[in-house]
C-alpha cells in the first residue's frame, strides 16, 4: 500500500474544492468534510442525513477503533449541510450514487485522485489525504501536537508529525539549509 501525503498548500486545497463544486456537490461536500474533520474515509461515507442535519456536532462510533469520537460542525460545513440535506430523509445516506447506493471507497478514492490530478498536484494522493490535509493543516495552525495526537487517537506525538508529513518537512528543510 503506497503512503499518501496531505496537500500542504491551502492554493491547492482551493483549486480541488472548485473542481469538485463544477462536478458536484456530493463530491465537494464529501472532500470538505474530510479535510474540516479529520475523519477517516470510512466515517465519512457512514455518515447519514440525520447524523449532520441541524446538529452542532458530530457523533460517531469510529469504524477502526470502535471509539466514540465527537466534533463541533464549522462554519464552513453548516451551511453545506443544511443545502445539501434539504429535501432528503434523515436515515438516507449523507453520499449517494447515481443508482441510490452509498457512494463506497473505491469511487471516492478516484473522485479525490482524478480532482488532484485536475488541480496539477504532484503530491501522492487517496482518500487518506482528506484526513491528513486536517492533521497537517490543523498542526500548522495551532501548533499543538498533543491535541492533535488526541483527535487522530495516536499513541505518540512521534507518530502523529510523522503521520502528517511534518517529520519529512523538517528533514527537508534541514537538508535545504546545509551546505558545506
Not at 482518500?127 to 487517537?153: C, E, M, P, S
Amino acid at each position: 500500500m503506497t503512503t499518501v501525503e496531505p496537500i500542504r498548500k491551502i492554493e491547492d486545497i482551493r483549486k480541488v474544492e472548485k473542481i469538485l463544486e463544477k462536478q458536484s456537490k456530493r463530491n465537494l461536500l464529501f472532500f470538505t468534510i474530510g479535510t474540516n474533520c479529520g475523519l477517516r474515509i470510512s466515517d465519512i461515507l457512514r455518515l447519514n442525513v440525520g447524523d449532520v442535519r441541524g446538529k452542532t456536532h458530530i457523533q460517531i462510533i469510529e469504524k477502526k477503533t470502535g471509539k466514540f469520537k465527537k466534533f463541533p460542525i464549522n462554519s464552513k460545513l453548516k451551511p453545506m449541510f443544511e443545502e445539501y440535506t434539504k429535501g432528503k430523509r434523515s436515515d438516507e445516506p449523507l453520499f449517494i450514487t447515481i443508482f441510490g447506493n452509498r457512494l463506497e471507497r473505491v469511487a471516492a478514492y478516484y473522485i479525490v485522485r482524478d480532482a488532484c490530478k485536475a488541480a496539477g498536484l504532484e503530491e501522492k494522493v487517496g482518500t487518506h489525504t482528506l484526513r491528513k490535509t486536517f492533521g497537517y493543516h490543523h498542526y500548522k495552525k495551532n501548533k499543538d501536537v498533543a491535541i492533535l495526537q488526541k483527535i487522530f487517537n495516536h499513541s505518540a506525538p512521534q507518530i502523529t508529525l510523522r503521520y502528517i508529513g511534518i517529520d519529512q518537512d523538517q528533514i527537508d528543510q534541514s537538508y535545504e539549509n546545509f551546505v558545506l
